[in-house]
């Protein structure tokens, strides 16, 4: 008879436990978001996640009631940033990362001990925006169109010199896979990051480059450097009379996609809500006005539209990985 006294109480504490955690979930779930939210960027501020992660948290800040605080954490090709994601408790469901994808396709690829892979220690949450990157010339080049810098690379391989933010970047994935498809000999100048990679191209220490528009802008203008093709899908407004890589070579699209992750465990009514908040930030009118002065696309897919983006991403990277000869390590 003790016992099954014993035996009834347990069961009961248990049952009233278990009630009591129903409720405090419920209670979060309701309350949710009750404090501010972090948006871990994995580069330094002033880059192209870094933007349009402060862009777009001032907007969901403002429809969330709370605030929307960024942190950058570079290093580590986006190793950092993860480490850090996990150090501020995200299962709680107010910590995320905010970046493009080459954390997700070529950091992984260069580095076999990476210790997070999507769909597994990362989750999509919300695709934020893409924006095009631009090959440049330098005026000593002569080359004035996408045409000429096909036909003077042709003719002399291996003479000319591209920069890029760094091996492994978009910017370098970019011209290699360009380089695979049409069979071109351009010699690869890395620099860490646009910051230095831009005024190498002014500069004439490099013959070409791959840069983001804003970068390029003023230099544009003032006869400096040449626009020649983008290496998105679709022409940008911003740009209407510059080609895409795209419509030389069907199918090419590398333009830069930048989207919110979790990691797992984060509770999917935090994930459902940062996405469908999203959503609708992206559509605001002053939002989308700065967007299109940067030259980037609003786009606001939910968490399984952006996993589909990724992994279209990740074939695209991981051939274009193995075209420029990437090794792991």
């Not at 090419?252 to 809500?273: E, L």
């Amino acid at each position: 008879m003790q016992r099954r006294t014993l035996t009834s109480l347990a069961l009961t504490a248990l049952a009233a436990m278990a009630t009591g955690l129903g409720t405090m979930a419920a209670h979060a779930q309701a309350n949710y978001p009750s404090k501010p939210v972090k948006f871990i960027v994995p580069y330094a501020a002033g880059g192209l996640p870094d933007t349009v992660a402060r862009t777009v948290a001032q907007r969901l800040g403002e429809r969330l009631g709370q605030a929307v605080i960024v942190d950058n954490r570079p290093g580590g090709n986006g190793i950092t940033a993860y480490q850090a994601l996990l150090q501020s408790s995200p299962q709680d469901g107010y910590s995320f990362i905010v970046s493009d994808g080459s954390m997700l396709s070529i950091t992984p690829f260069l580095n076999k001990q990476v210790p997070y892979h999507i769909g597994k220690e990362l989750l999509p949450v919300s695709l934020i925006a893409r924006s095009p990157l631009y090959l440049v010339a330098h005026p000593k080049t002569g080359v004035n169109t996408f045409a000429d810098f096909v036909k003077l690379v042709k003719a002399k391989p291996d003479e000319y010199t591209y920069g890029s933010s760094g091996i492994g970047s978009s910017h370098h994935m970019t011209m290699e896979a360009l380089k695979a498809a049409l069979d071109l000999g351009v010699r690869h100048i890395p620099f860490k990051g646009s910051g230095q990679s831009t005024p190498a191209l002014v500069g004439g220490q490099v013959d070409f480059s791959i840069a983001a528009l804003p970068s390029m802008q003023g230099f544009v203008k003032s006869n400096q450097v040449k626009l020649l093709a983008s290496n998105a899908a679709k022409r940008s407004p911003q740009a209407p009379d510059i080609p895409t890589i795209a419509e030389t070579i069907p199918g090419f699209d590398f333009s830069v996609v930048i989207g919110v992750m979790a990691a797992a465990g984060t509770p999917q009514f935090a994930i459902d809500r940062i996405s469908k908040e999203i959503t609708e930030v992206v559509k605001n009118p002053e939002l989308i006005k700065t967007f299109e002065n940067l030259v980037i696309e609003p786009v606001g897919a939910n968490a399984a539209e952006y996993g589909r983006v990724i992994q279209r991403e990740n074939d695209s990277m991981a051939k274009a990985a193995k075209a420029a000869d990437l090794k792991a390590e």
